[in-house]
Structure formats: structure tokens, C-alpha cells
């Protein structure tokens, strides 16, 4: 386990904003966000090289421990040791992820999920600070 918040209030239309370096050998890493560690609106996972992906970010979401259908946009804005800043927001219809570069990735809120009191972060990143408003 890298980092895990819980007991969190983020609300709809609130933004967690996660700066840090990606780690110069990272086969992947991923943020994610929910009620709990087995209830996700959004599990956001840039993969180097894992699972037989190569630079493809894969975004989920997971109900009651169960994968969703995954979704695999077609850009991946993200360099082995560089760093990066990921914007999260979501509102009652969908999640919303703001990426260097200004791309945006919009994921539906399958969950419908109002509030979110579970964050994580996982793999090869290093945290330089996360911040919520
Ligand atoms: C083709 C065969 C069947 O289809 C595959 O079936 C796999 C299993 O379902 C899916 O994979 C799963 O996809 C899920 C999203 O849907 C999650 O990502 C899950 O991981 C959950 C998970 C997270 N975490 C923590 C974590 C996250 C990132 C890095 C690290 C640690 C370090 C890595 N760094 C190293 N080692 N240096 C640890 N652990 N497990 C992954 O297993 C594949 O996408 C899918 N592929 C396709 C093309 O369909």
C-alpha cells in the first residue's frame, strides 16, 4: 500500500489535485477513489508496461469488489521520472480527470456516488502533495 485516505468527505464538484514524480523504472501506478477500498467510482491505473499493456492508461471502477468494463483512452501524457500533476473532480453523472497537457478524461459515475470518503495511491509513484478543494 502506497498512501490511503479515509474517513473523507469529497464531495461533487470538489477536486483532489495529486502532484508527484513518476518513478524512472514504473511499470504503473494508480490513484483511486470511493466509498471504500472495494466500492470505486473511479480507479485510474497509467500502465508503462503491466499486464501486457504498454503505455495505455486503464480507467474502472469496482462494485462491491468487482471490476467494471474497463476503458483505455488513446493518450497517454506520461514520462517515466517526470513529474506530473492529476486533477480529480466527479459530479452525480460522471468523473472528470484533468491531465498534464490540458487533456481531460471524462469516465461515467457508475456508482452514482455523491460523496467520497476513500482515496489511494498505488505503485510507482513518488507523492509530493495532494490537495483538496
Ligand atoms: C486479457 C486478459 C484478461 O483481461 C485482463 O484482466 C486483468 C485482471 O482483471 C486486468 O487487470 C486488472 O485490471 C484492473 C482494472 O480493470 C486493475 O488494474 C487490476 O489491478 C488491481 C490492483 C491494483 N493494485 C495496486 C497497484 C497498482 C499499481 C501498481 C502497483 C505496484 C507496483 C507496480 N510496480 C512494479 N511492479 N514495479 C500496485 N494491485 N492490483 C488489474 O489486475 C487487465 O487490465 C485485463 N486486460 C485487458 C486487456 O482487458
Redesign the pocket.
Known sequence: EKLVVSHMKFNAGECIRVNGTVMPE?????LNIGRNSSDLIL?F?PRFD????TRTI?L?SMACGD?GE?FRPSFFPFQQGQETTVSISFDKKEVKVKLPGGQELSFPNRRGLEAAGFFSV???FWIKSIEFD
Do not use: C, I, L, Q
Request: aromatic share 16%; charged share 20%; glycine share 12%.
Open positions: 514504473a511499470k504503473s501506478f494508480a480507479h491505473n503491466s499486464h501486457g499493456d486503464v474502472n471490476w474497463e498505488y505503485g510507482d
